[in-house]
């Protein structure tokens, strides 16, 4: 089993930064592929981004070039670094992971989620 735990949301003006981290514990870390998705009231659960154990990584459109996702499996911990923020982005962020090589896009690829964080970013 792995134990995800989001912290780093909060209240943001557009254009501003967060940065998530998800701290991952009760299995060693590097084996499995991350992914980050989010939640807006109303609707459905969307990707964000994702990122192997090697670190190659795929981000949505919607965020491409404004969020970063990144690890550090020393610390079995991910990240999501986000800029330039707008009021759309606006959800629940969680985290999720599952044991591969691969990086992964889809809800059901993934095993273990986080409790999610909220990101709230006011125009």
């Known amino acids: 089993q792995v134990q995800l735990v989001e912290s780093g949301g909060g209240l943001v003006q557009a254009g501003g930064s967060l940065r998530l981290s998800c701290a991952a514990s009760?299995?060693?870390?590097?084996?499995?592929?991350m992914g980050w998705f989010r939640q807006a009231p109303g609707k459905q659960r969307e990707f964000v981004a994702a990122?192997?154990?090697?670190?190659?990584?795929y981000h949505a459109n919607s965020v491409k070039g404004r969020f970063t996702i990144s690890r550090d499996n020393a610390k079995n911990t991910g990240y999501l670094q986000m800029n330039s923020l707008k009021p759309e982005d606006t959800a629940v962020y969680y985290c999720?992971?599952?044991?591969?090589?691969?990086?992964?896009?889809?809800?059901?690829?993934?095993?273990?989620w986080g409790q999610g964080t909220q990101v709230t970013v006011s125009s």
């Open positions: 999720a992971a599952r044991y591969g090589s691969n990086w992964y896009t889809s809800r059901s690829d993934y095993s273990y």
């Open positions: 009760g299995r060693t870390f590097s084996p499995y592929a």
């Open positions: 990122i192997n154990w090697s670190g190659n990584t």
